[in-house]
């Protein structure tokens, strides 16, 4: 048999986890998936730790759904592939200590500081196993200004490169072309149990944001 390419491994990694977890959900992440799913969260720039808090919030919660999965796992690991050149260097993790508070604000935007610095770790591969990128509180912030895909929101920070300005220029722009926060649509509650239908590519999202 063919290896599946790496989304659709990916995709079957996610709907085995989710009824794994209804399962055993005490199982702690370090031993919650089996060794042909460790090597191709490896094999992408991932860690167990890491890939867990997703797979026990669509369970519990139907939220992010599994395509927004994939294509936030897709963004790190085209970074992870073309920058780091598949290496995940000793870096020190980023920890919740380490960013800014939900508080803070660049331009009167409050989150957004603490929001880029998760983007930032997350491409890089140094998120705190503690942390998660698009928890409840960034899915909250995207939607709410200006509905930007998390996937996207990586991309911005990929292509920003440290300027905090354009990535307040960016969220700014995307605030003011369509989608107030009266506007932003709310995630649709659906049952955990329920597996949701299968993208039909692994390509990464490209922003439509400018960052000019």
């Known amino acids: 048999m063919e290896r599946m390419e790496w989304n659709d491994a990916f995709m079957s990694l996610i709907r085995d986890s989710v009824t794994r977890y209804h399962e055993r959900p005490q199982t702690p992440a370090s031993g919650f998936f089996l060794p042909d799913e460790v090597k191709l969260l490896t094999e ?17 919660l139907g939220d992010p759904s599994p395509s927004t999965i994939l ?11 073309t920058a780091q050149r598949g290496i995940s260097g000793n870096a020190k993790p980023v920890r919740a200590i380490d960013l800014p508070s939900a508080d803070d604000d660049f331009q009167g935007i409050p989150y957004l500081p603490r929001i ?15 942390l998660m990128y698009y928890d409840e509180q960034d899915r909250i912030f995207l939607r709410e200004h200006g509905n930007i895909h998390p996937a996207d929101f990586l991309y911005l920070a990929w292509r920003a490169a440290g300027d905090k300005q354009k990535m307040v220029k960016a969220v700014l722009s995307a605030m003011q072309n369509g989608h107030t926060e009266e506007e932003a649509p709310r995630p649709q509650q659906t049952s955990p149990q329920i597996w949701r239908s299968t993208p039909t590519g692994g390509i990464p999202v490209q922003s439509e944001l400018k960052l000019d």
């Open 44 to 60: 992408i720039g991932y860690t167990p730790q890491e890939m867990h808090p997703y797979i026990q919030d669509y369970a519990t």
């Open 71 to 81: 294509l936030i796992a897709a963004a790190r690991r085209t970074f992870f592939i």
């Open 116 to 130: 880029i610095r998760k983007a930032e770790a997350k491409l890089y591969g140094v998120l705190d196993a503690g």
